[in-house]
């Protein structure tokens, strides 16, 4: 199958590289033009535009950071949009708004394009592993062509339902609770270093329990270690989580006071310098300088 591929982070990198690998003709784009020689050598066909890696593709994914990046490779003379051909799919991959999601639904719709949502849960090396949880909504004729090719990038691909903004709420949810659970253990090392007991030790013993999830372990020594670089998940982007899910429960009529308590977090760390180069995991050390258990490293 002919694909288009736009936005080579370490995310977007690793899904393009298994397509390639998976036997497709991949023609990638992005930004950085960096980024693009390790799919050159892959195997993958460089683009000089979003247009040009959308020409005569049956289907074009996108992975971007956020709504205006995704605003920004979609639309105008040289966005995906302009290089498609009529019946061709854009999957996005992307963690975006409720609100552009449903923006680009109905932009893909009158243009005659398939649109379908498909944000995933996982970082790199999951993405790479082919390990992600894939969130897919979109109409069914567009489902049946994303979903075979959702299948070689993940070890699940959730079915949400036919409107692609609630593949969008439906990660950003599961932001949300990624964050709490990540504060929950920021408190817990606290509360453990506190009385003399390990935080390492603590994750160990509890993660050999009903703790024993990816999110408890991988969180849990990253808080317990402190270890919050290099970032698999940068913090400015679960920043922006915070508040998309925020801004979306406020539309709804939904009280969230976990999430307003997680964006005080996020404020107080960008406000001592950590930023794109942090792991979001550093959300989990407020509650221990909370607590009196060192302060916050100097040059960050």
Excluded at 4 to 13: A, C, E, T
Excluded at 194 to 211: D, M, Q, R, W, Y
Aim: one cysteine or more; aromatic letters at 6%.
């Amino acid at each position: 199958m002919r694909i288009g591929f736009i936005g080579l982070g370490s995310m977007g990198s690793a899904i393009a590289k298994n397509l390639v690998e998976s036997g497709h003709d991949v023609h990638v784009f992005n930004r950085s033009p960096e980024r693009t020689e390790s799919l050159r050598q892959a195997g993958a066909n460089v683009a000089a535009s979003p247009a040009q890696a959308a020409w005569l593709a049956d289907v074009v994914f996108s992975m971007v950071a956020d709504d205006a990046a995704l605003t920004a490779v979609t639309r105008g003379e040289t966005g995906i949009a302009s290089g498609m051909r009529p019946g061709a799919i854009h999957i996005s991959m992307s963690t975006i708004s409720v609100a552009a999601a449903r923006e680009l639904a109905d932009f893909h719709r009158q243009a005659g394009f398939g649109f379908v949502s498909a944000p995933v849960f996982g970082r790199p090396d999951a993405a790479a592993a082919r390990k992600l949880f894939i969130m897919a909504a979109g109409a069914d004729e567009h489902l049946k062509v994303a979903v075979p090719l959702l299948e070689q990038l993940g070890q699940s691909v959730g079915i949400v339902g036919t409107d692609p903004s609630h593949a969008n709420l439906v990660k950003l949810i599961g932001n949300f609770m990624l964050s709490g659970i990540i504060e929950m253990l920021g408190e817990a090392c606290a509360v453990a270093a506190k009385a003399g007991i390990e935080p390492s030790h603590l994750v160990e013993l509890l993660t050999n329990t009903p703790f024993n999830s990816p999110a408890f372990r991988i969180y849990g020594s990253l808080i317990a270690k402190r270890q919050f670089q290099p970032a698999a998940f940068a913090l400015p982007l679960g920043q922006k989580d915070n508040r998309l899910i925020m801004a979306a429960a406020e539309a709804l009529g939904v009280p969230m006071p976990l999430a307003n308590l997680v964006h005080d977090r996020f404020v107080t760390l960008r406000a001592q310098g950590y930023g794109a180069e942090h792991d979001w995991a550093a959300v989990g050390l407020c509650a221990q300088l909370d607590a009196g258990l060192g302060r916050m490293p100097e040059g960050v």
